[in-house]
């Protein structure tokens, strides 16, 4: 099983600033298949980017997603309101496994 | 539009089952692997099953692997969680989510949870 660990657990940052969350894998993911989920207290997970950089529909360009190996990237050029919440990076696969890093709380500064 | 619905959840006694469902509406079923997800009251998301699209193959977290079984029905358009010998550690909102493709891929859609409280 490959462990992600998520950093920082908390970003404390004001509207408009941008926010680079950090995602590293245990063992390098060759595949690249990694995805990048947005919670919102009391609501379910919503997809934001897969396969490390593809944006999911209807999510807008301020996110972007980046890395390789074991060194992976989510990054909101400019927060806004909406944006503030819990952020999950997972890595997937075809030989089956699915984990979760344990989540970065991005909060207003 | 796609809508998964789940429904089951509630309190129960440590040892005792349950059964949790989750409808879907929007999607041709029989075509995606669908997945259960918990998350424990105040911590992150845990994987706990996956079912192939045609129901062949089955996968579990291994907190879970023994006690818990997936299972569709894609004449209802419907997956199932059985979870017997339950436990305090497994009280926790249980999302069912939808592979983007057959199994194997990144999670599309969710539902909105069935909260599942284990508890004397």
């Known amino acids: 099983e490959i462990v992600l660990t998520q950093s920082p657990a908390t970003l404390s940052l004001s509207p408009g600033e941008r926010a680079t969350l950090s995602c590293r894998a245990g063992?390098?993911?060759?595949?690249?298949?990694l995805a990048w989920y947005q919670q919102k207290p009391g609501q379910a997970p919503r997809l934001l980017i897969y396969?490390?950089?593809r944006r999911a529909t209807g999510i807008p360009d301020r996110f972007s997603g980046s890395g390789s190996g074991t060194d992976f990237t989510l990054t909101i050029s400019r927060l806004e309101p909406g944006d503030f919440a819990v952020y999950y990076c997972?890595?997937?696969?075809?030989?089956?496994?699915?984990?979760f890093g344990q989540g970065t709380k991005v909060e207003i500064k | 539009q796609v809508q998964l619905v789940e429904s089951g959840g509630g309190v129960v006694q440590p040892g005792r089952s349950l059964r949790l469902s989750c409808a879907a509406s929007?999607?041709?079923?029989?075509?995606?692997?669908m997945h259960w997800v918990r998350q424990a009251p105040g911590k992150g998301l845990e994987w706990v099953a996956v079912?192939?699209?045609?129901?062949?193959?089955?996968y579990y977290a291994d907190s879970v692997k023994g006690r818990f079984t997936i299972s569709r029905d894609n004449s209802k358009s419907t997956l199932y969680l059985q979870m017997d010998s339950l436990r305090a550690d497994d009280t926790a909102v249980y999302y069912c989510?939808?592979?983007?493709?057959?199994?194997?891929?990144?999670?599309?859609?969710w539902g909105q949870g069935a909260l599942v409280t284990v508890s004397s």
């Open positions: 063992q390098s993911l060759s595949d690249s298949y």
């Open positions: 989510a939808k592979d983007k493709y057959q199994l194997g891929n990144y999670f599309d859609y």
């Open positions: 997972q890595h997937y696969s075809s030989s089956p496994g699915w984990t």
């Open positions: 396969e490390t950089s």
């Open positions: 079912i192939s699209y045609e129901g062949k193959n089955r």
């Open positions: 929007g999607i041709d079923f029989s075509n995606y692997g």
